[in-house]
């Protein structure tokens, strides 16, 4: 059995910080590209970062140079850094991997449950 599990999440004030972490654990081979997605209500998932396991990185604009990914390919774990939160951050971060749980099988997709965000004064 493959877990994703979300840590890290919280209220916070705006212009404040948060570093959420994503653990993957269970039966892992490899795993490939890691992601950040969140949803806030009423609204639909949006992508906010992917990382490759070579640390190329991809932002969603609204979170250019405010937001950092990042990932340990040994322990299976990937990060979000969130410096200069905004209202508008606030959501359900949710962590996703493409993840093969046997060598040189296809990468099936793993989603964790999510953490909230509130950025609120």
């Known amino acids: 059995q493959v877990q994703l599990v979300e840590s890290g999440g919280g209220l916070v004030q705006p212009g404040g910080s948060l570093r959420l972490s994503c653990s993957a654990s269970g039966s892992i081979a490899s795993i490939n590209r890691m992601a950040w997605y969140r949803q806030a209500p009423g609204k639909q998932l949006e992508l906010v970062a992917t990382?490759?396991?070579?640390?190329?990185?991809n932002y969603a604009d609204s979170v250019k140079g405010r937001f950092t990914i990042s990932r340990d390919n040994a322990k299976n774990t990937a990060f979000l850094q969130m410096n200069s939160l905004k209202p508008e951050d606030t959501a359900v971060y949710h962590c996703?991997?493409?993840?093969?749980?046997?060598?040189?099988?296809?990468?099936?997709?793993?989603w964790g449950q999510g953490t909230q965000v509130t950025v609120s004064s």
């Open positions: 996703y991997a493409d993840l093969a749980k046997v060598a040189y099988s296809t990468y099936q997709p793993y």
């Open positions: 990382i490759t396991p070579g640390g190329t990185t």
